[in-house]
């Protein structure tokens, strides 16, 4: 599971792996910006590792989509586009749509247990968002991961919320891109989704995700940010 934004491992991760997530995490979270040239000897200045490694890592995260290598020219951020975003959503609702209806089907009352306190966490973060509050986005979206996370959880299968969470990281990568939070109708749409979990409304549930990340592509095209 590669998504920035999960509980931290408790198991120290190698010197190469830790370099991966933080050229990974800049350039889900906007540090590394679309189509940033990524040359080797400045990252091995500011990363401390070597080439050979960078070279590695950046070949991993090429096959991620996060980077593009453009052969004998070296790597850069992977640029945005109006139709990878819309193709990223697509997946994301399909998954996420999928696995709640699994979820939904076989969550026990420690998966209703896990979903409440994950929604609780996302609602200070949001009411504090939209009162004005400074927040810090990685913050924010671990709570917001962790919320539509537990929701899935009781899906019963790994390989479905791996992929998901791949899928997750590309599409908060937009959403940080362009900056973007839409205020108290995302909030109500996370409280619709904990009481639809909570009676088991799985219809519902679909309909309210698909408005959900629907609704945010909209919102990130109209900052026109995007070619």
Excluded at 10 to 15: C, F, G, N, Q, R
Excluded at 42 to 62: K, M, N, P, V, W
Excluded at 146 to 168: K, P, Q, R, V
Excluded at 190 to 209: G, N, P, S, V
Aim: glycine share 6%.
């Amino acid at each position: 599971m590669n998504t920035l934004v999960a509980a931290p491992s408790l198991v120290k991760p190698s010197v190469g792996e830790s370099t991966y997530r933080r050229i990974r995490s800049a350039i889900v979270f906007g540090a590394l910006a679309p189509g940033q040239k990524l040359k080797l000897d400045h990252l091995r200045g500011e990363f401390g590792t070597s080439i050979s490694t960078l070279r590695e890592l950046l070949s991993r995260l090429a096959s991620e989509g996060l980077v593009s290598a453009e052969g004998q020219k070296g790597f850069e951020v992977a640029q945005v586009s109006i139709s990878n975003l819309a193709e990223i959503a697509e997946m994301r609702l399909f998954l996420e749509q999928h696995a709640i209806e699994l979820s939904f089907a076989h969550g026990d009352l420690e998966w209703e247990g896990r979903v409440v306190a994950a929604h609780h966490k996302l609602s200070r973060i949001e009411r504090a968002l939209i009162g004005g509050t400074t927040v810090d986005p990685s913050e924010w979206k671990h709570y917001d991961y962790e919320f539509h996370h537990s929701l899935i959880s009781a899906c019963g299968s790994t390989e479905l919320m791996e992929i998901h969470s791949d899928i997750y990281d590309k599409y908060l990568r937009y959403q940080m891109v362009v900056g973007i939070f839409r205020g108290k109708p995302a909030a109500l749409e996370h409280a619709e989704l904990l009481a639809c979990a909570m009676d088991r409304k799985t219809d519902r549930a679909r309909q309210i995700l698909a408005t959900h990340i629907r609704d945010c592509v909209e919102a990130i095209i109209a900052r026109r940010a995007l070619s």
